[in-house]
């Protein structure tokens, strides 16, 4: 191969800029040209295939900087439709008049269900990345676990459920133990738990904090290290008499409580909190919103003001008890060492994939006990279901204590081989440095999409 593609898809991540980092520091050694395109799949439905030549002469451009996060080469929920074969067979026939002989996709779930198609047209591999830490496997053999349910309400009159085969779990069969971009959203989310705590304690308050993840609880997991007092995952449907009563045993004792809540937490028949607003992107994920409040709203009916007025805490459960989002903020910024370490491990795994000739294939970070992180090839149809279609990861049930409502023993072993060393001294040094440098307050901010758009070039064989 002496030129392949690479693009970013869906969501970004802080750690997206490593992996891009990764992959053109590999291909620089093995002399293979790599070629950025702009905006995810969207470059491809461009007859003009907006893209960057990220390695003339084989050295990296200076744009590509492993520690900013986000993506240099932009990123959209733009996806290929397995059956749109007509537009594909075109997206393979631009991609060959630019002389692309391979492509890595950095993406999440989403676009590995798109993967397929392209592969059956040229050699393509994923690069994952997603902060919900959902693309993956608990074990091996999870695909097989989904089955179909008839629902006439659902799109395509059915929906999948998964049958729990309790399989002897063991992190080290983990497939893709942890994503580029998770470390960082939980480094994010765990520092604001910790600072909304102090507010909290001021002011007697209860507060609900929600961060992202979809489906998937691994954000909220992971928030565990800001020592919240109850944390809630979507895996496990909402037991309120339970929660109410450990709040209200919290609240007596210290007088304020920090509750962290996955968006995509569901009631005890299993309906989202925040479905209220959801939208659906073109993959077909469902954009969660709103469950910190639907939750708040359930707290205040379910304690009532007469216990904030009793303890003389405050006139109503309106006044005490309040929300935050983490937002957006967990996906951006600089990525902490972990992302930046192991993304950029995952690009360069993803060259040295398609130069083995892999095709339809994924970059994967192992874990083993005994000699830690590794990163590995694994067939994209694997993540399959019986049916084709690739779920996202759900936390495993037993990471998670419903009792204490807070991450189990097993959780906390999944934890630790991340975050015990996620964060690098110069993510502390850096800070210090630049934050309050006497140049963010004279200098305007310089977007990357700047100077990244003075490289653009297009195809020029027009359709
Ligand atoms: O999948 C990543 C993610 O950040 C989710 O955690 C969240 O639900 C969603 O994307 C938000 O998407 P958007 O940025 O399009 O609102």
Request: one cysteine or more; aromatic letters at 8%; hydrophobic letters at 35%.
């Amino acid at each position: 191969m002496k030129r392949i593609g690479i693009l970013t898809a869906g969501g970004d991540t802080p750690a997206m800029n490593a992996t891009i980092h990764g992959a053109v520091v590999r291909a620089n050694q093995l002399r293979i040209e790599i070629f950025g395109l702009i905006k995810g799949f969207n470059s491809l439905f461009n007859p003009r295939v907006p893209h960057v030549l990220l390695n003339p002469l084989y050295q990296e451009i200076p744009e590509i900087d492993p520690t900013k996060g986000g993506t240099m080469i932009g990123s959209s929920r733009d996806y290929v439709d397995p059956e749109k074969k007509d537009e594909l067979d075109t997206i393979a026939s631009r991609l060959h008049k630019l002389g692309i002989e391979g492509l890595i996709c950095v993406g999440g779930d989403g676009t590995l269900n798109g993967l397929q198609p392209l592969a059956e047209r040229l050699p393509t591999v994923l690069a994952p990345k997603t902060i919900d830490n959902d693309l993956g496997l608990n074990y091996p053999d999870e695909p097989d676990e989904w089955v179909r349910v008839n629902d006439p309400a659902a799109k395509g009159g059915f929906r999948y459920e998964k049958r729990d085969s309790k399989p002897v779990f063991d992190l080290n069969y983990i497939v893709n133990y942890a994503t580029p971009g998770y470390a960082t959203a939980v480094f994010v989310s765990a520092s604001g738990v910790e600072r909304i705590r102090t507010t909290a304690e001021s002011h007697r308050r209860i507060a609900i904090i929600e961060v992202m993840g979809r489906h998937s609880g691994y954000i909220a997991l992971g928030s565990a290290y800001g020592r919240p007092d109850i944390i809630l995952v979507p895996e496990h449907p909402l037991d309120l008499e339970h929660i109410v009563e450990r709040v209200k045993h919290i609240y007596d004792l210290q007088k304020n409580v920090v509750i962290v809540c996955g968006e995509g937490i569901v009631d005890d028949k299993g309906r989202e909190l925040g479905a209220e607003t959801k939208s659906t992107d073109p993959a077909g994920n469902v954009a969660l919103s709103g469950a910190a409040e639907a939750l708040r709203h359930k707290l205040i009916t379910m304690i009532g003001d007469r216990y904030f007025q009793l303890y003389r805490r405050g006139n109503s459960a309106r006044e005490a008890i309040f929300t935050r989002k983490v937002g957006h903020t967990q996906r951006g910024g600089r990525p902490i060492l972990f992302d930046r370490f192991y993304a950029a491990q995952l690009g360069a795994k993803a060259v040295e994939l398609l130069l083995e000739g892999r095709n339809n294939a994924v970059a994967t970070l192992q874990y083993d006990s005994k000699k830690g992180f590794e990163v590995s090839g694994y067939e994209a149809s694997r993540f399959r279901d019986r049916w084709g279609y690739i779920h996202a990861r759900r936390l495993y049930p037993m990471l998670y204590d419903p009792k204490v409502l807070k991450p189990s023993r097993l959780g906390i072993d999944y934890l630790l081989p991340i975050f015990t060393d996620a964060i690098g001294d110069d993510d502390m040094e850096h800070l210090r440095r630049t934050l309050f440098a006497v140049g963010n307050l004279v200098q305007p901010y310089h977007s990357i999409n700047t100077d990244v758009n003075k490289r653009i070039r297009y195809l020029k064989t027009e359709e």
